[in-house]
T-cell receptor
Framework: NAGVMQNPRHLVRRRGQEARLRCSPM?????VYWYRQLPEEGLKFMVY????????ESGMPKERFSAEFPKEGPSILRIQQVVRGDSAAYFC????????????FGPGTRLTVL | AQSVTQLGSHVSVSEGALVLLRCNYS??????LFWYVQYPNQGLQLLLK??????LVKGINGFEAEFKKSETSFHLTKPSAHMSDAAEYFC????????????FGTGTRLTIIP
Protein backbone atom coordinates (compact mmCIF):
# COMPACT_ATOMS: atom_id res chain seq x y z
CA ASN A 1 0.00 0.00 0.00
CA ALA A 2 1.69 3.15 -1.19
CA GLY A 3 1.89 6.04 1.22
CA VAL A 4 0.56 9.53 0.72
CA MET A 5 1.99 10.94 -2.47
CA GLN A 6 2.60 14.58 -3.19
CA ASN A 7 3.85 16.20 -6.33
CA PRO A 8 5.81 18.01 -7.26
CA ARG A 9 8.30 17.71 -4.43
CA HIS A 10 9.83 21.06 -5.30
CA LEU A 11 8.13 23.90 -7.11
CA VAL A 12 9.60 27.23 -8.11
CA ARG A 13 7.34 30.07 -9.18
CA ARG A 14 7.81 33.75 -9.89
CA ARG A 15 5.67 36.31 -8.16
CA GLY A 16 2.24 36.51 -9.75
CA GLN A 17 2.22 32.98 -11.13
CA GLU A 18 -0.05 30.15 -10.04
CA ALA A 19 1.02 27.13 -8.01
CA ARG A 20 -0.81 23.81 -8.06
CA LEU A 21 0.07 21.21 -5.47
CA ARG A 22 -1.26 17.68 -5.72
CA CYS A 23 -1.91 15.09 -3.05
CA SER A 24 -2.94 11.48 -3.55
CA PRO A 25 -4.13 9.96 -0.27
CA MET A 26 -3.46 6.44 0.80
CA UNK A 27 -5.77 3.79 -0.60
CA UNK A 28 -9.00 3.65 1.36
CA UNK A 29 -8.50 7.09 2.91
CA UNK A 30 -11.29 9.56 2.31
CA UNK A 31 -10.09 12.42 4.53
CA VAL A 32 -7.41 14.85 3.40
CA TYR A 33 -5.77 17.64 5.37
CA TRP A 34 -3.41 20.34 4.14
CA TYR A 35 -0.85 21.98 6.42
CA ARG A 36 1.73 24.69 5.78
CA GLN A 37 5.14 24.87 7.43
CA LEU A 38 6.92 28.17 7.26
CA PRO A 39 10.69 28.19 7.81
CA GLU A 40 11.63 27.46 11.43
CA GLU A 41 7.98 27.06 12.42
CA GLY A 42 5.58 24.26 13.17
CA LEU A 43 2.84 23.08 10.87
CA LYS A 44 -0.31 25.16 10.60
CA PHE A 45 -3.63 23.66 9.58
CA MET A 46 -5.08 25.03 6.37
CA VAL A 47 -8.01 22.94 5.19
CA TYR A 48 -9.79 19.63 5.77
CA UNK A 49 -11.59 17.93 2.90
CA UNK A 50 -13.58 14.81 2.24
CA UNK A 51 -14.49 13.63 -1.23
CA UNK A 52 -16.21 16.55 -3.00
CA UNK A 53 -16.65 18.45 0.27
CA UNK A 54 -14.71 21.09 2.17
CA UNK A 55 -15.27 20.35 5.84
CA UNK A 56 -13.14 23.04 7.47
CA GLU A 57 -11.23 25.79 5.71
CA SER A 58 -10.67 27.96 8.75
CA GLY A 59 -6.90 27.95 8.23
CA MET A 60 -6.96 29.05 4.61
CA PRO A 61 -6.00 32.62 3.74
CA LYS A 62 -9.08 34.47 2.56
CA GLU A 63 -7.70 35.28 -0.86
CA ARG A 64 -5.72 33.49 -3.54
CA PHE A 65 -5.89 30.04 -1.89
CA SER A 66 -8.33 27.28 -2.77
CA ALA A 67 -8.53 23.52 -2.35
CA GLU A 68 -10.53 20.69 -3.79
CA PHE A 69 -10.82 16.94 -3.45
CA PRO A 70 -12.82 15.65 -6.40
CA LYS A 71 -14.63 12.36 -6.63
CA GLU A 72 -11.87 11.06 -8.86
CA GLY A 73 -8.24 12.08 -8.75
CA PRO A 74 -5.96 13.79 -6.26
CA SER A 75 -6.64 16.65 -3.93
CA ILE A 76 -5.39 19.98 -5.27
CA LEU A 77 -4.18 23.00 -3.34
CA ARG A 78 -4.12 26.01 -5.63
CA ILE A 79 -2.38 29.29 -4.93
CA GLN A 80 -3.05 32.11 -7.34
CA GLN A 81 -0.77 35.10 -7.87
CA VAL A 82 1.90 33.79 -5.53
CA VAL A 83 3.92 36.16 -3.37
CA ARG A 84 7.25 35.61 -1.60
CA GLY A 85 5.46 35.02 1.68
CA ASP A 86 3.88 31.89 0.19
CA SER A 87 7.29 30.19 0.16
CA ALA A 88 6.93 27.25 2.51
CA ALA A 89 6.60 23.50 2.72
CA TYR A 90 3.06 22.29 2.14
CA PHE A 91 2.15 18.95 3.61
CA CYS A 92 -0.82 16.79 2.87
CA UNK A 93 -2.09 14.16 5.28
CA UNK A 94 -4.78 11.54 4.86
CA UNK A 95 -6.74 9.36 7.22
CA UNK A 96 -9.45 6.73 6.99
CA UNK A 97 -13.00 7.54 8.10
CA UNK A 98 -12.30 6.29 11.65
CA UNK A 99 -12.46 8.65 14.57
CA UNK A 100 -9.05 9.85 15.76
CA UNK A 101 -7.09 7.45 13.66
CA UNK A 102 -3.61 8.43 12.64
CA UNK A 103 -3.03 11.02 9.95
CA UNK A 104 -0.43 9.82 7.48
CA PHE A 105 1.72 12.57 6.05
CA GLY A 106 3.15 12.92 2.61
CA PRO A 107 6.73 14.08 1.96
CA GLY A 108 5.59 17.63 1.25
CA THR A 109 5.93 20.10 -1.58
CA ARG A 110 8.50 22.82 -1.08
CA LEU A 111 7.34 25.98 -2.81
CA THR A 112 9.83 28.71 -3.54
CA VAL A 113 8.60 32.03 -4.87
CA LEU A 114 11.23 34.14 -6.58
CA ALA B 1 -9.55 26.82 21.13
CA GLN B 2 -6.76 24.34 21.47
CA SER B 3 -3.06 25.13 21.63
CA VAL B 4 0.26 23.41 22.21
CA THR B 5 3.40 24.75 23.84
CA GLN B 6 6.73 23.03 23.42
CA LEU B 7 9.34 24.31 25.85
CA GLY B 8 12.80 24.41 24.36
CA SER B 9 13.15 24.86 20.63
CA HIS B 10 16.54 23.15 20.77
CA VAL B 11 17.56 20.28 23.05
CA SER B 12 20.96 18.59 23.09
CA VAL B 13 21.70 15.34 24.87
CA SER B 14 24.64 12.98 24.90
CA GLU B 15 24.36 9.62 23.22
CA GLY B 16 23.02 7.17 25.80
CA ALA B 17 21.50 9.87 27.99
CA LEU B 18 17.84 10.40 28.81
CA VAL B 19 15.76 12.31 26.27
CA LEU B 20 13.00 14.56 27.65
CA LEU B 21 10.98 16.77 25.32
CA ARG B 22 8.29 18.86 26.95
CA CYS B 23 4.78 19.49 25.70
CA ASN B 24 1.91 21.31 27.39
CA TYR B 25 -1.49 21.68 25.84
CA SER B 26 -4.63 23.71 26.25
CA UNK B 27 -7.97 22.19 25.35
CA UNK B 28 -11.59 22.81 26.29
CA UNK B 29 -12.48 19.13 25.99
CA UNK B 30 -10.58 15.90 26.66
CA UNK B 31 -7.73 16.06 24.19
CA UNK B 32 -6.23 13.57 21.85
CA LEU B 33 -2.46 13.98 21.82
CA PHE B 34 0.24 13.05 19.35
CA TRP B 35 4.00 13.17 18.95
CA TYR B 36 5.42 13.28 15.43
CA VAL B 37 9.04 13.17 14.27
CA GLN B 38 10.35 14.93 11.17
CA TYR B 39 13.70 14.13 9.59
CA PRO B 40 15.28 16.72 7.29
CA ASN B 41 13.35 17.32 4.08
CA GLN B 42 10.82 14.63 4.90
CA GLY B 43 7.22 14.44 6.04
CA LEU B 44 6.06 13.68 9.55
CA GLN B 45 6.01 10.23 11.07
CA LEU B 46 3.82 9.34 14.03
CA LEU B 47 5.78 8.30 17.12
CA LEU B 48 2.83 7.72 19.43
CA LYS B 49 -0.65 8.90 20.31
CA UNK B 50 -2.94 9.15 23.30
CA UNK B 51 -6.69 8.88 22.79
CA UNK B 52 -8.23 7.15 25.80
CA UNK B 53 -7.25 4.54 28.33
CA UNK B 54 -3.76 4.06 29.74
CA UNK B 55 -2.02 7.36 30.32
CA LEU B 56 1.45 5.98 29.65
CA VAL B 57 1.78 5.45 25.92
CA LYS B 58 4.58 3.55 24.25
CA GLY B 59 5.59 4.34 20.70
CA ILE B 60 8.12 3.41 18.10
CA ASN B 61 11.91 3.61 18.46
CA GLY B 62 11.77 3.28 22.26
CA PHE B 63 9.87 6.51 22.88
CA GLU B 64 7.06 6.88 25.36
CA ALA B 65 4.90 9.70 26.70
CA GLU B 66 2.66 10.16 29.71
CA PHE B 67 -0.61 12.06 29.65
CA LYS B 68 -1.00 14.06 32.86
CA LYS B 69 -4.35 15.79 32.94
CA SER B 70 -3.64 17.71 36.15
CA GLU B 71 -0.52 19.22 34.59
CA THR B 72 -1.95 19.47 31.05
CA SER B 73 1.25 17.83 29.87
CA PHE B 74 2.30 15.11 27.45
CA HIS B 75 6.08 14.96 27.69
CA LEU B 76 8.07 12.65 25.44
CA THR B 77 10.87 10.53 26.87
CA LYS B 78 13.40 7.93 25.83
CA PRO B 79 15.74 6.30 28.36
CA SER B 80 18.82 6.20 26.14
CA ALA B 81 19.42 8.49 23.18
CA HIS B 82 20.77 7.16 19.91
CA MET B 83 22.44 9.13 17.15
CA SER B 84 19.55 8.28 14.83
CA ASP B 85 17.14 10.16 17.15
CA ALA B 86 18.46 13.49 15.90
CA ALA B 87 15.43 15.15 14.27
CA GLU B 88 12.65 17.66 14.84
CA TYR B 89 9.84 16.59 17.15
CA PHE B 90 6.34 18.00 17.12
CA CYS B 91 3.62 17.65 19.72
CA UNK B 92 0.05 18.00 18.44
CA UNK B 93 -3.48 18.04 19.82
CA UNK B 94 -6.85 17.23 18.29
CA UNK B 95 -10.15 17.67 20.01
CA UNK B 96 -13.07 17.97 17.67
CA UNK B 97 -15.25 15.00 16.92
CA UNK B 98 -15.69 14.69 13.20
CA UNK B 99 -12.87 17.12 12.44
CA UNK B 100 -9.58 15.75 13.55
CA UNK B 101 -7.42 18.62 12.40
CA UNK B 102 -4.18 18.81 14.31
CA UNK B 103 -2.84 21.83 16.15
CA PHE B 104 0.95 21.61 16.34
CA GLY B 105 3.53 23.05 18.65
CA THR B 106 6.46 24.92 17.19
CA GLY B 107 8.72 21.91 17.44
CA THR B 108 11.87 20.89 19.29
CA ARG B 109 15.06 20.17 17.41
CA LEU B 110 16.91 17.31 19.13
CA THR B 111 20.67 17.08 18.72
CA ILE B 112 22.61 14.05 19.90
CA ILE B 113 26.17 14.60 21.07
CA PRO B 114 28.52 11.68 20.39
Amino acid sequence: NAGVMQNPRHLVRRRGQEARLRCSPMKGHSHVYWYRQLPEEGLKFMVYLQKENIIDESGMPKERFSAEFPKEGPSILRIQQVVRGDSAAYFCASSPPVQYDEQFFGPGTRLTVL
Amino acid sequence: AQSVTQLGSHVSVSEGALVLLRCNYSSSVPPYLFWYVQYPNQGLQLLLKYTTGATLVKGINGFEAEFKKSETSFHLTKPSAHMSDAAEYFCAVSESFGNEKLTFGTGTRLTIIP
